[in-house]
């Protein structure tokens, strides 16, 4: 499926007018890559859209946002062109529409799996087992979710290849992702270029709200990350089962993290709700704000059961944080969630592209 | 407004940078100030909010500015585009205290960027805001409601009140009611009469009426004339103003920076009758920029047609809308609406008048024509490389001269002397610095140091 016609022209009008101008060139990496072309094909355009944090500040920097004729608005358009360019990336297609623009489909999918896990729970005890795995054995668990956890990676993997055919990536070198890696990690594309931040949630004015909770997210979701692959790694190099104590590496990792990531989930809805929703992609704010919840419910479902350890509840709280785990993992590929996976290629493909340039010139 | 005092210490007439730095100065002083700004909010900034970057004296690198720009050869570069048209004292302290207004702009919310991709000529001259001019314009909207300044939108000043060497109050009209603005201090700074057709029409001739004003359109001059009408010592020639020759499909107002044109070099440019008028490679810029606004403007029509062939079209900045481009010449003036005839004839004239050479689209390469009435002098190549391209010219209004006559203080003066509580800042007072000619990011920093003067001797009035 090639690409929507209307909205590819309507961010190549706009790009246009902003190659002309190149006031916000200092903002982002999006202004940059756009001044080494004079024409953008789709490819490009999707690229700059990837590139693009949806800062905002290229729209209350504008002069000519509308009531302007030019009626630039940029966040929004490439925002737009984003999600449509997600969407069409995914395989099967309709699950992406479905889940990147209705938060209800993620809630439907929240319930079903929900009672299958209750099912679960109830059909399939052990005879024994320690802590949570006195509920579900372990090989259950890992039958379960790795297959899960794997195949959402392997559709996300093939978009990316389309991606990056489309926008035309060369080869990959580690210096491009480790300049990659360091945007990412600092978020550099949310500074401002000022390191005053971005404007998201008050109008004009530039706070770094948004950079700090989206921090407190990633960087709570590694750690919880790295609290369940530490865990693997005991179970099965060291023989050591759960339920681990307080001072080892799952805890260590884990209780740390998912209150980062509460505390960022918490943050970045407070902030969705204040921000002007036509300066992003509309139509996907349901599925968004969904998803962010999500990530939150997940965080704080994790951190329950270990706060009920012990008690009667770890049966039921383990069934509704595997099922919001199950639920985050399915959706990976037609959600939100992908936004990380191509925003790291775009700036991936960026590196390389720039140093391409500038060897040229 | 049911939040106002009777009275203020201080009204602003405009909301352009001007106003702003004459505001923030007034109220950090411990003054009440209002900002009458006559355009909607989505509209307010003025030009201001079009423009780029200010000029700024240094004598060492400072962010984002590099090497050195000291006061003689600011000043040198002053007089050469104004002819000397310029008061030396004014000018002279305008450039000094252009020195500390980079950090005060940064005190005050303006973010700065290293010279922008294409101007790197300006990089040791010029500081560049970061977003442009609507991004600085908001940073002092909020910085100045921090500091407790009330701000009307929609606040259209009608008439300056004076009694004597007194102003009263001031008679505008907010969101479309009559309202009387109190207060003990007064600064003007609504910017030159350049969105006002008639009287451009009036001062320069009914051409003006074809000309494309670039900036907003909410500059129509109504303070400016009200203080001539009352007296008020005027400078700057009352029918000029800067004009560049920008895409000639702009919107009639408001099109800004990127309806430029950075091809003509590059080019032959033609008048309606397919004629050429001027010589394209007379100069590099910034001379050529600012004098096709005014050759164009004297053309059959108010129009010009730039064209170029595919040897030169990735030569400049992309133009805001695509040109019109065509396989062989005749198709492309008949897409321009130019006789077919008419311009093979005139690019075959010219083809057979360059001669070979090395071409160099950076400096003067005196790659020139030879026998021609119109002479290139520089970068002349044949039209001979389809596709062809042509892009419409008009003169596109910057500003107007015409002024009010301040002394260094900012004050306004009447017949008699100074007006005790009245001063002017920016484009409406700019006149009694820069005569002639411009230079460029000079508007900017006339604006800024004067509005700081400004408001500084006012709130010092009202203290
Ligand atoms: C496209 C363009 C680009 C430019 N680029 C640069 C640049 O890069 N650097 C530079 O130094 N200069 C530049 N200039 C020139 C620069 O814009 C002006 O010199 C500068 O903005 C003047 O500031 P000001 O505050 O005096 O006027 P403005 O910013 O024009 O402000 C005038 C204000 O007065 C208001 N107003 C008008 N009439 C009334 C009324 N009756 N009552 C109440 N309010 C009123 C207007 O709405 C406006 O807010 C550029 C100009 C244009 C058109
Ligand atoms: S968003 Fe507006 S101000 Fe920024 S580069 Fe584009 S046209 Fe210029
Ligand atoms: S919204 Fe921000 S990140 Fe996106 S293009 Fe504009 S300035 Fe760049």
Sequence with gaps: MSPDPTLMDEARRQIEICNACRYCEGYCSVFPAMTRQKAFADGDLTHLANLCHNCRGCYYACQYTAPHEFALNIPAVLADLRVEGWERLARPQAFARLFQRHGVAMAGLLVVVLALFFWALAALRPEEGAGFYAYLAHNTMIAIFIPAFVLPLALIALSLRDYWREVGGGRVRLAHILSALESAARLKNLSGGHGDGCNFESGDRFTDRRRLFHHLMMYGFLLCFASTASGTIMHYGLGWEAPYPLWSAPKLFGLPGGVMMVAGATGLVWLKLRADPELGAAQVWGGEMAFVLLLGAVALTGLALYAATGSGLVGPLLAIHLATVMVLFLVMPFSKMVHGFFRLAALVAEAGKSATAGKRA | MRDWPATFDLAVAGGGNAALCAAITAAEAGASVVVLEGAPKPYRGGNSRHTRN????????????????????????????????????????????????????????????????????????????????????????????????????????????????????????IAGQPVTVNARAFILASGGFQADIDWLARAWGPSARNFLIRGTPYNRGVVLRDMLEQGAESVGDPTQCHAVAIDGRAPKYDGGIVTRLDCVPFSIVVNRDSERFHDEGEDVWPKRYAIWGRLVAAQPDQVGYALIDSKSIDLFMPSVFPPARADTIEELAAQMGLDPQALRRTVDGFNAACRPGEFHPTELDGLRTVGLNVPKSNWARPLDTPPFYGYQLRPGVTFTYLGLKVDSKARVHGADGPIRNLWAAGEIMAGSILGEGYLAGFGMTIGTVFGRIAGKEAAAHVA
């Design chain 2, 54 to 173: 200010f000029r700024c004296m240094h004598r060492e690198p400072m962010f984002p500015l590099t090497g050195r720009y000291e006061e003689e050869e600011y000043l040198d570069d002053l007089l050469r585009v104004t002819k000397g048209k310029t008061d030396e004292e004014l000018a002279r302290l305008v450039i000094r205290l252009s020195e500390q207004c980079l950090l005060w702009m940064q005190a005050h919310g303006v973010r700065f960027q290293p010279s922008l991709s294409g101007t790197l000529s300006l990089s040791r001259t010029n500081a560049f805001f970061l977003g442009g001019g609507k991004a600085l314009v908001n940073a002092y909207y909020n910085t100045a409601a921090d500091l407790g300044v009330k701000i009307a939108y929609e606040a259209q000043v009608r008439h300056v009140h004076r009694e004597g060497a007194r102003i009263t109050h001031l008679e505008a009209e």
